[in-house]
Structure formats: structure tokens, C-alpha cells
């Protein structure tokens, strides 16, 4: 007997099973779809650094510690203890710097984001991290440390350690129980649906901005701005626009820098343009870690006090 052939419908339902996909919704309220992380991808990552930060420690062992001291047992101890203060301070900054990305992930194209769509805040960084350590690390250093803990003590840490590890494997979206409590998730990379540089579209495009001319504005001037077209939808292009169109449209142009020449009867196809491109623009932006609330957002980076 012959299988039916899935609808399409089944079969986007089918691969988003296989690969679990799910969307994010931002507050500009344009849905994006992830791929969960595979957790050989975050294995690898996770098994790169902390190969980096070994190597890290080793350096510091053998050109600072190893020649102050005297007593043949205590660079053992001096190694784990540099582990501990040297691993957390290596994911937290590099997640920091790099939007949700140690060395690791990099390299397997995986990152950390908000389950909310926002961007990554410094609170979810450190608080991730941190429990990463309460949950593998730190009971994993203390099992190979301890020489005379006994074999229940042993048994217990390794047990602990089992039991977190699974937490992931077996959660619909791969989070462990840190990424549970600070609300964060490990993606794929998402590979770019929107062109990297919005200048380099055809010439052939009407209106073209570029990424400096975008940066200008936030989501409230977008909002701002979403609910005057809403007054001014773009079947009305092709009609005479009013006098608030031209002003609006010469506003924005002025501001944004934007020096060729609109003429009125195209007022209104370029705001259509502009909220287009700049919806765009702010969507990749979010994608990546950079929430612009508004058009004073480089003022505050600028001044955070």
C-alpha cells in the first residue's frame, strides 16, 4: 500500500520536529525562526573551550607559578584553583563581547540568545554561566581533586553531574537547567535572510538606504511612523499624496541624511521604503544582540550615565 505524499504543510511540520525549530517573536513583532543548537555542536564547543582555557592555566602554570615553587604537591592545586577563577571570567566575557559566542561557538556556528527575542543582557550572561559551574564544573573539579572523599561522596558528585547533563537532552528546546533560569537558549547560527549590507541592493531598487543612513531611528520611530502609513496605505502611491506626506518624507530625509531627490509624488512610495528598510535593519539588529528603543540609543551608549 502506497504512502500518501505529504502536504506541505506536514512536511514544514515534519522538518521543524527534526531539527526543532522554533520562532521568537520581538516586541516589532515580526517573528524569527532558530534552530535549536544540536548538542554535538554544543559539545564540540564546550569540549574547544575548555581545551582553551587548559591551555590558558598551563601558561600561566609554567611561566609564573611553576618556578616560585617548592613543594612538589601544591601545583595541582594551584592548577585547578587558576581553572576555577580562569574558566567563568573566559565565557561570561567572551559571550559578552561577541554576542552570545565563546571560541567554541564560533567555530561550531552556535550562539546564546534570549527566549524572549530581546538581546542578550549582562544579567543572563553571568547568571548562565555561573550555574554552569554549580552544575558540571565545579562538581567535576572536586571529583578529580579530592583523592579522600570516599566512594559515596564520589558516587553522589558523579551522579549530580549525570543527571544535569541529561537535563538538555531531553528538554523540547536543548536548555540546561542555567539557560532554564536566565532565560536563554543555544541556536544555529542563523543564516542571513536579509542582505548584510542594505546598500549593496540592485541599483536597479527605487529607494536605497544605506546602514548608516537606517541607524539613525528606533522601534518608537518606527511605531511612530507605522501608525501615520496606516493613514497613508501604499495603494495610494500612485494618488497626488497630501501636504503631511511631503513634509513627513522631507522630515526623514533631512534627518536620515538621504540626498537624492524625491520628488512629491514619490513622498509616499519612499516612507513606505524607508519603514521597510528600517524594519529590516532593526530586526537584524535584535538578531544579534543590538535592541535601538529609540533615536537616542547612540546618546546613551555614548553617555550610559
Known amino acids: 500500500m502506497s504512502r500518501r505524499p505529504a502536504t506541505p504543510a506536514q512536511a514544514a511540520h515534519l522538518d521543524a520536529r527534526r531539527r526543532r525549530l522554533f520562532a521568537l517573536t520581538p516586541p516589532e513583532g515580526v517573528a524569527v525562526r532558530f534552530e535549536v543548537a544540536p548538542i554535538v555542536a554544543r559539545f564540540a564547543a564546550q569540549t574547544f573551550d575548555l581545551l582553551i582555557t587548559f591551555l590558558a592555566v598551563g601558561a600561566i602554570m609554567l611561566v609564573f607559578v611553576i618556578p616560585a615553587l617548592q613543594i612538589p604537591i601544591l601545583p595541582s592545586v594551584v592548577f585547578f584553583a587558576l581553572i ?6 573566559y565565557y561570561i566575557l567572551t559571550e559578552l563581547m561577541w554576542n552570545g559566542r565563546t571560541l567554541g561557538k564560533r567555530l561550531m556556528s552556535i550562539r546564546v540568545t534570549g527566549v524572549d527575542g530581546r538581546g542578550l543582557s549582562t544579567h543572563a550572561v553571568v547568571a548562565r554561566n555561573l550555574m554552569k559551574e ?17 566512594w559515596v561522596w564520589s558516587l553522589i558528585t558523579l551522579v549530580w553531574i549525570l543527571v544535569l547533563i541529561l537535563v538538555p537532552a531531553f528538554h523540547p528546546r536543548r536548555q540546561r537547567i542555567g539557560d532554564i533560569l536566565a532565560g536563554t537558549i543555544v541556536v544555529a547560527d542563523p543564516k542571513p535572510l536579509l542582505p548584510p549590507d542594505l546598500s549593496r541592493r540592485p541599483q536597479s531598487a527605487e529607494f536605497v538606504f544605506s546602514d548608516a543612513q537606517l541607524s539613525h531611528y528606533g522601534r518608537f520611530e518606527l511605531q511612530t511612523l507605522e501608525t501615520f502609513l496606516r493613514a497613508h496605505p501604499a495603494e495610494k502611491i500612485d494618488a497626488p ?3 503631511a506626506v511631503i513634509d513627513v518624507a522631507a522630515q526623514i530625509q533631512r534627518k536620515i541624511g538621504y540626498h537624492e531627490a524625491v520628488p512629491d509624488t514619490r513622498a509616499l512610495a519612499f516612507l513606505h521604503a524607508f519603514y521597510t528598510a528600517q524594519r529590516e535593519f532593526l530586526e537584524r539588529k535584535r538578531l544579534y544582540g543590538d535592541d535601538r528603543a529609540d533615536k537616542h540609543h547612540a546618546r546613551r551608549d555614548e553617555n550610559p550615565d
Open 134 to 150: 554549580v552544575e558540571v564544573f565545579a562538581p567535576a573539579t572536586f571529583l578529580l581533586a579530592a583523592e579522600s572523599m570516599g
Open 84 to 89: 576555577l577563577l580562569v574558566r567563568a571570567p
Open 241 to 243: 499624496p497630501s501636504q
